[in-house]
């Protein structure tokens, strides 16, 4: 018998003819050089955006010139980065079943056919490290290996830059499928992508309206090179004209009550008129020819009893009303099973009650072959497609046509039956390669052994799906992992639990959740007290040591620092004893307390040279040139920054190479030397741009603005912390906008728009106040009593601006910082001394040249002019 013809043809693009016109527009101005340009098309279910985009994905497949397409399809949303693995091993050609020796091979090969000699070792670690492709590490790659930011922002710019490399050879299209089923840290990625890619690039994204509703900053992205099209009902003229191409099979032609019937329901929606065709289909009312399959009889009379759908979601439940049972048995268990589904998951679950034979032979596999059988059948009709290329090794791998559909026939399983599949899914799943080394997979495994109620194991792949995500320097993931794990694990083990808190807690430091990272390092140290684990009790309080650091808690800092360090010795742990010696000497430096500072770093610094951490040692000299530049010592300054700066580079450490420049230039304003100082910003702005890390762009445009202001152009420097403000708003950075914000305070002021400064040091205050930074607010504080004493809340105020200058004072003296106090007496006594209003009082005339005196003294000590920068 000839073999059956699909059961519905693809609908044909009809009446699509000004979407595809702008779509050709977008991809002609690529290709014409004007850059790169985004197309997001956005639409509900059914409405065609899918076939929109394939058909301009086909006509650059086959145009005259050659134009590449990355395909990215979402993967699991608790994976992290699941599209752009699927985008990426798309380009390469990578199939998941490809064993990773061979996919390393290919991809070091064409990795190196498009960058030459050019770091392929680094962009294949990162590249690969999306695709879950082990590369060997590089000196780059170790040094961000223990900064998650760090690494993050690296590789944005390592893809970013390949991606751009490869479109200087041939036009690329990055083909983004189903936006708002996509993993929130492959949006990440992509909106940096899509806001920063320069080159014959086009991508093409397709999502519905709800996507948009989230992420409400998509359509502003790129400005003008962003077209946002809404994909909305064809008409009715063309709504007929694609049913008759969808009926054209049927012996006669299309009948027009089968057209009328569909066209009237559909209300322009192709997507639901190539279901009605299905639904026709397993109603009997379209019938394959026995003699000429491709041709179907139409059964007319069956069509008073079809139940027609109005939308997809109710055709879908006709759908699934028409399967047979062993059918809708068997899709049950692909439904337990996820969006993605393997046959011999399958043939386990189909096992579960049945009868292992006596003899294990051939003839006891006929399940297999039955099971293909069905799967053959529901591709046939459109229920499932067959994936060429499976995640596992000599796996047949399949997916569901429409996830609604899945999820539909997942609603239909009771939950006793649903806790039996995910235990013999996971007991499947957890034999195969590579599982527990994959995030995706890991993360897999998690959910069914919790769904199956053995939530201890849960817990602990949990923990180590959490694990790799940190690895990966995921960190949102990672946080969700940690969570479920920790929450699902209770009491049950110690030891993991204790490593597990300590993991968490560092991601939420750095998702800037420092309140809940608290909780849980307090938590480690109970844990380790309790069973006498000295090292991580050390790990815990210097952990909690550096929280209360960074937010200007210098006491329990230091108390806790000091206990770290104690238990460190005890456990012979010298690793951790450098770390919290550069800790301690960070924290005495906070406070003035210059040699002792210098001394605690030194000791750090040579136990780090006998491990030769490059990274370290280049953090250490960075550290010790900040406070010779504190100390007012410029040339060791100036020597370690350099230092440090030339670790860095040799390191090709981009992070680290911005953090430099941007200290020498602080020690260039330091020196009165702006233009040597904004040459420095400059550059390391530039080194920022090219790796698209914002946050470090907000903090080099913020110094930039100060040195625009010494140099006497407070026009240019208001401009340029906007510029800065703007950022950091976006990005939702509270300190670093705090304080641009106090310095488009003092540019307002050097400009006379007292109005303005007054609003942007108000808002720094309560910024700095919000973030508890106390360092930061005495700064803001004593800002705020300059711009009050300039008259920015009119005549009046003289006493709320000595009020603001003594609070500045007390915060800097609670804190222990000898600079920052001699800072505020000096701003403090040059308000009153040019204060008319308090130039007959003798008082505080007379308390104002002891506190300036007393300000002389601390510079001198310290051997800085009176002049030194604030902060």
Same mark, same amino acid.
């Given at each position: 018998?000839?073999?059956?013809?699909?059961?519905?043809?693809?609908?044909?693009?009809?009446?699509?003819?000004?979407?595809?016109?702008?779509?050709?527009?977008?991809?002609?101005?690529?290709?014409?050089?004007?850059?790169?340009?985004?197309?997001?098309?956005?639409?509900?279910?059914?409405?065609?955006?899918?076939?929109? $985009?394939?058909?301009?994905?086909?006509?650059?497949?086959?145009?005259?010139?050659?134009?590449?397409?990355?395909?990215?399809?979402?993967?699991?949303?608790?994976?992290?980065?699941?599209?752009?693995?699927?985008?990426?091993?798309?380009?390469?050609?990578?199939?998941?079943?490809?064993? $990773?020796?061979?996919?390393?091979?290919?991809?070091?090969?064409?990795?190196?056919?498009?960058?030459?000699?050019?770091?392929?070792?680094?962009?294949?670690?990162?590249?690969?490290?999306?695709?879950?492709?082990?590369?060997?590490?590089?000196?780059?790659?170790?040094?961000?290996?223990?900064?998650?930011?760090?690494?993050?922002?690296?590789?944005?710019?390592?893809?970013?830059?390949?991606?751009?490399?490869?479109?200087?050879?041939?036009?690329?299209?990055?083909?983004?499928?189903?936006?708002?089923?996509?993993?929130?840290?492959?949006?990440?990625?992509?909106?940096?992508?899509?806001?920063?890619?320069?080159?014959?690039?086009?991508?093409?994204?397709?999502?519905?309206?709800?996507?948009?509703?989230?992420?409400?900053?998509?359509?502003?992205?790129a400005g003008s090179r962003h077209t946002v099209i809404e994909?909305?009902?064809?008409?009715?003229?063309?709504?007929?004209?694609?049913?008759?191409?969808?009926?054209?099979?049927?012996?006669?032609?299309?009948?027009?009550?089968?057209?009328?019937?569909?066209?009237?329901?559909?209300?322009?929606?192709?997507?639901?008129?190539?279901?009605?065709?299905?639904?026709?289909?397993?109603? +009997?009312?379209?019938?394959?020819?026995?003699?000429?399959?491709?041709?179907?009889?139409?059964?007319?009379?069956?069509?008073?009893?079809?139940?027609?759908?109005?939308?997809?979601?109710?055709?879908?439940?006709?759908? %699934?009303?028409?399967?047979?049972?062993?059918?809708?048995?068997?899709?049950?268990?692909?439904?337990?099973?996820?969006?993605?589904?393997?046959?011999?998951?399958?043939?386990?679950?189909?096992? %579960?009650?049945?009868?292992?034979?006596?003899?294990?032979?051939?003839? +006891?596999?006929?399940?297999?072959?039955?099971?293909?059988?069905?799967?053959?059948?529901?591709?046939?009709?459109?229920?499932?497609?067959?994936?060429?290329?499976?995640?596992?090794?000599?796996?047949?791998?399949?997916?569901?046509?429409?996830?609604?559909q899945r999820e539909a026939i997942s609603q239909l399983t009771?939950?006793?039956?649903?806790?039996?599949?995910?235990?013999?899914?996971?007991?499947?799943?957890?034999?195969?390669?590579?599982?527990?080394?994959?995030?995706?997979?890991?993360?897999?495994?998690?959910?069914?052994?919790?769904?199956?109620?053995?939530?201890?194991?849960?817990?602990?792949?949990?923990?180590?799906?959490?694990?790799?995500?940190?690895?990966?320097?995921?960190?949102?993931?990672?946080?969700?992992?940690?969570?479920?794990?920790?929450?699902?694990?209770?009491?049950?083990?110690?030891?993991?639990?204790?490593?597990?808190?300590?993991?968490?807690?560092?991601?939420?430091?750095?998702?800037?959740?420092?309140?809940?990272?608290?909780?849980?390092?307090?938590?480690?140290?109970?844990?380790?007290?309790?069973? +006498?684990?000295?090292?991580?009790?050390?790990?815990?309080?210097?952990? %909690?040591?550096?929280?209360?650091?960074?937010?200007?808690?210098?006491?329990?800092?230091?108390?806790?620092?000091?206990?770290?360090?104690?238990?460190?010795?005890?456990?012979?742990?010298?690793?951790?004893?450098?770390?919290?010696?550069?800790?301690?000497?960070?924290?005495?430096?906070?406070?003035?307390?210059?040699?002792?500072?210098?001394?605690?770093?030194?000791?750090?610094?040579?136990?780090?040279?006998?491990?030769?951490?490059?990274?370290?040692?280049?953090?250490?000299?960075?550290?010790?040139?900040?406070?010779?530049?504190?100390?007012?010592?410029?040339?060791?300054?100036?020597?370690?920054?350099?230092?440090?700066?030339?670790?860095?580079?040799?390191?090709?450490?981009?992070?680290?190479?911005?953090?430099?420049?941007?200290?020498?230039?602080?020690?260039?304003?330091?020196?009165?030397?702006?233009?040597?100082?904004?040459?420095?910003?400059?550059?390391?702005?530039?080194?920022?741009?090219?790796?698209?890390?914002?946050?470090?762009?907000?903090?080099?445009?913020?110094?930039?603005?100060?040195?625009?202001?010494?140099?006497?152009?407070?026009?240019?420097?208001?401009?340029?912390?906007?510029?800065?403000?703007?950022?950091?708003?976006?990005?939702?950075?509270?300190?670093?906008?705090?304080?641009?914000?106090?310095?488009?305070?003092?540019?307002?002021?050097?400009?006379?728009?007292?109005?303005?400064?007054?609003?942007?040091?108000?808002?720094?205050?309560?910024?700095?106040?919000?973030?508890?930074?106390?360092?930061?607010?005495?700064?803001?504080?004593?800002?705020?009593?300059?711009?009050?004493?300039?008259?920015?809340?009119?005549?009046?105020?003289?006493?709320?601006?000595?009020?603001?200058?003594?609070?500045? %004072?007390?915060?800097?003296?609670?804190?222990?910082?000898?600079?920052?106090?001699?800072?505020?007496?000096?701003?403090?006594?040059?308000?009153?001394?040019?204060?008319?209003?308090?130039?007959?009082?003798?008082?505080?005339?007379?308390?104002?040249?002891?506190?300036?005196?007393?300000?002389?003294?601390?510079?001198?000590?310290?051997?800085?002019?009176?002049?030194?920068?604030?902060?």
């Amino acid at each position: 018998m000839p073999a059956e013809a699909p059961a519905t043809a693809v609908v044909p693009l009809i009446g699509r003819d000004e979407e595809l016109a702008r779509l050709r527009r977008a991809y002609h101005e690529v290709v014409e050089g004007a850059g790169a340009r985004i197309v997001t098309l956005v639409g509900p279910t059914g409405i065609g955006k899918r076939r929109l $985009s394939e058909e301009v994905v086909s006509e650059l497949r086959r145009g005259a010139l050659p134009t590449r397409v990355y395909e990215g399809r979402p993967g699991p949303q608790t994976t992290a980065y699941g599209m752009f693995a699927r985008l990426l091993r798309s380009r390469f050609g990578l199939a998941e079943a490809l064993d $990773s020796d061979s996919a390393r091979t290919s991809l070091h090969s064409q990795v190196s056919a498009v960058l030459g000699d050019r770091r392929v070792g680094d962009v294949c670690y990162f590249l690969g490290e999306l695709m879950g492709l082990a590369f060997a590490e590089s000196p780059m790659t170790r040094a961000v290996g223990e900064d998650p930011s760090q690494a993050r922002h690296l590789r944005r710019a390592v893809v970013r830059s390949f991606l751009e490399a490869d479109a200087a050879k041939s036009p690329v299209c990055l083909w983004v499928d189903a936006l708002h089923a996509t993993d929130e840290d492959s949006v990440e990625l992509l909106g940096y992508l899509v806001e920063n890619l320069r080159g014959k690039l086009l991508v093409l994204c397709s999502t519905r309206p709800e996507f948009l509703s989230r992420h409400t900053e998509w359509a502003e992205l790129a400005g003008s090179r962003h077209t946002v099209i809404e994909v909305g009902p064809v008409d009715e003229d063309h709504a007929i004209a694609i049913m008759q191409a969808l009926l054209a099979r049927c012996q006669g032609g299309p009948p027009p009550r089968l057209i009328e019937a569909a066209v009237s329901l559909a209300g322009g929606a192709p997507g639901l008129l190539e279901h009605m065709v299905r639904v026709f289909r397993d109603a +009997g009312v379209l019938v394959p020819d026995p003699l000429t399959p491709h041709e179907w009889r139409v059964d007319i009379d069956r069509l008073a009893s079809v139940r027609l759908p109005l939308t997809v979601e109710d055709a879908i439940q006709v759908r %699934i009303a028409a399967l047979a049972p062993q059918e809708r048995r068997l899709l049950e268990h692909a439904a337990a099973m996820g969006s993605v589904f393997w046959l011999s998951g399958l043939v386990a679950l189909g096992r %579960i009650d049945r009868e292992p034979p006596e003899l294990w032979s051939e003839s +006891g596999m006929d399940d297999i072959g039955a099971a293909e059988n069905t799967l053959s059948d529901l591709v046939a009709r459109d229920y499932v497609l067959k994936v060429p290329d499976g995640a596992f090794a000599n796996e047949v791998e399949y997916v569901f046509k429409h996830n609604l559909q899945r999820e539909a026939i997942s609603q239909l399983t009771s939950q006793p039956a649903a806790r039996r599949y995910h235990q013999t899914i996971a007991d499947w799943l957890a034999q195969k390669d590579g599982v527990r080394n994959q995030e995706e997979y890991s993360a897999m495994l998690a959910r069914h052994l919790e769904h199956a109620g053995s939530l201890t194991r849960a817990a602990f792949t949990y923990i180590e799906s959490g694990n790799i995500a940190r690895e990966h320097f995921a960190a949102k993931r990672a946080d969700e992992y940690y969570r479920k794990g920790l929450d699902l694990l209770g009491d049950d083990d110690a030891r993991r639990r204790i490593d597990a808190l300590h993991n968490h807690g560092d991601v939420l430091v750095l998702l800037g959740r420092t309140d809940e990272a608290l909780a849980l390092f307090r938590e480690m140290l109970g844990i380790a007290y309790r069973l +006498g684990l000295l090292s991580k009790g050390g790990a815990a309080h210097n952990r %909690i040591g550096r929280v209360y650091r960074d937010t200007g808690s210098l006491g329990p800092a230091q108390r806790h620092f000091e206990t770290a360090l104690s238990l460190f010795e005890s456990a012979g742990d010298q690793r951790g004893v450098a770390s919290c010696h550069d800790d301690i000497g960070r924290l005495l430096w906070m406070r003035g307390e210059y040699e002792a500072a210098l001394e605690a770093m030194r000791h750090a610094l040579e136990m780090r040279k006998t491990h030769g951490d490059g990274r370290s040692i280049a953090l250490s000299l960075n550290n010790i040139g900040l406070v010779w530049r504190d100390h007012g010592q410029v040339s060791e300054a100036r020597e370690a920054l350099e230092s440090a700066l030339k670790i860095r580079r040799e390191l090709n450490d981009p992070l680290g190479i911005v953090e430099s420049l941007n200290d020498l230039g602080e020690l260039a304003l330091d020196q009165a030397d702006p233009d040597q100082a904004l040459r420095l910003f400059q550059e390391a702005r530039d080194v920022a741009t090219d790796i698209g890390e914002r946050n470090r762009i907000a903090v080099v445009l913020t110094n930039m603005g100060a040195a625009h202001l010494r140099l006497g152009n407070a026009d240019r420097a208001v401009e340029v912390l906007t510029q800065a403000e703007e950022l950091c708003d976006e990005l939702g950075d509270k300190l670093h906008l705090a304080e641009a914000k106090r310095g488009l305070a003092k540019a307002h002021l050097a400009r006379g728009e007292l109005k303005r400064a007054r609003e942007s040091i108000k808002r720094s205050v309560d910024l700095f106040g919000q973030v508890r930074s106390k360092p930061h607010l005495a700064m803001a504080l004593r800002t705020l009593g300059e711009v009050t004493g300039a008259g920015a809340w009119g005549d009046g105020h003289e006493v709320r601006a000595v009020d603001y200058f003594l609070r500045s %004072i007390a915060i800097c003296q609670e804190i222990g910082n000898e600079i920052e106090v001699a800072k505020s007496y000096r701003a403090f006594s040059s308000y009153v001394e040019g204060s008319q209003h308090y130039r007959h009082n003798a008082d505080i005339l007379r308390e104002a040249k002891k506190l300036s005196q007393m300000a002389d003294d601390i510079f001198q000590r310290h051997k800085l002019g009176s002049m030194s920068r604030p902060g």
